[in-house]
């Protein structure tokens, strides 16, 4: 199947810095990239949508300026937590698709952020 | 509120034993997705159903998707020590070929030796 890398794994922080995640499709090419947060015990939260070369959809009370979202080419997407505060500590998986259906999403995983 | 419920939110179970995990939306679900994460890592795609009534099954896991296509089963059949982990419904709900998927909250589940 497709594989999707994320880095760093882990990641920790001190608060008021910025942290950058990469997201990339090993052996496809991306049109579409998703990142999502996951707090403990709780369900995966959809916060962007990026498509190569335009800007990225955000989902409601996710601030752009904050998780700036660039999807540059169709194997490299990032994103950059500015800023961060302990309240933005969580785990951040993204997943890529090459298609248009869902079942073409693979996803990546994962990177634990620590802000102290 | 969550769109997705998933029943139970963890669970605890004998090696050899069957269980079975639950899906519900209040709304039409257009796909729903069966998903297994284990703790820290990224999501490692079950089954995928999509009409009413459909059931898959792959190795001693079953996936059924109810009639009215609002409610989702998981079962796994005398469970092992690698069915531990998380498991997630993720689903379609916008449909039109909606590019966004909705997760339930996930369901832990232990499997005792």
């Known amino acids: 199947g497709a594989v999707v890398s994320q880095h760093p794994s882990r990641v920790i922080c001190k608060s008021g810095t910025s942290v950058k995640i990469e997201c990339r499709s090993l052996d496809f090419q991306a049109t579409t990239m998703f990142w999502y947060r996951q707090f403990p015990k709780q369900s995966l939260m959809l916060m962007a949508t990026?498509?190569?070369?335009?800007?990225?959809?955000?989902e409601q009370g996710v601030e752009k300026d904050k998780f700036l979202i660039n999807h540059a080419s169709l194997t490299l997407s990032t994103l950059t937590v500015t800023s961060a505060h302990p309240e933005d500590s969580s785990f951040y998986i993204c997943?890529?698709?090459?298609?248009?259906?869902?079942?073409?999403?693979?996803f990546g995983p994962g990177t634990r952020l620590t802000v102290t | 509120s969550q769109e997705l419920e998933q029943s139970p939110q963890s669970l605890i179970v004998q090696e050899g034993k069957n269980l079975t995990i639950n899906c519900t939306s209040s709304?039409?679900?257009?796909?729903l997705y069966w998903y297994k994460q284990k703790y820290g890592e990224g999501l490692i795609f079950l089954m995928m159903l999509q009409k009413g009534g459909e059931e898959k099954s792959h190795e001693k896991i079953t996936a059924k998707l109810d009639e009215k296509k609002q409610q989702s089963s998981l079962h796994i059949t005398a469970s092992q020590p690698s069915h531990a982990g998380i498991y997630l419904c993720g689903a379609d709900i916008g449909g039109q070929g909606a590019q966004k998927l909705v997760f339930g909250q996930g369901t832990r589940l232990t499997i005792n030796p």
């Open positions: 709304k039409t679900l257009y796909g």
């Open positions: 997943s890529a698709s090459s298609g248009t259906s869902l079942l073409e999403q693979y």
């Open positions: 990026s498509n190569e070369g335009s800007k990225a959809t955000y």
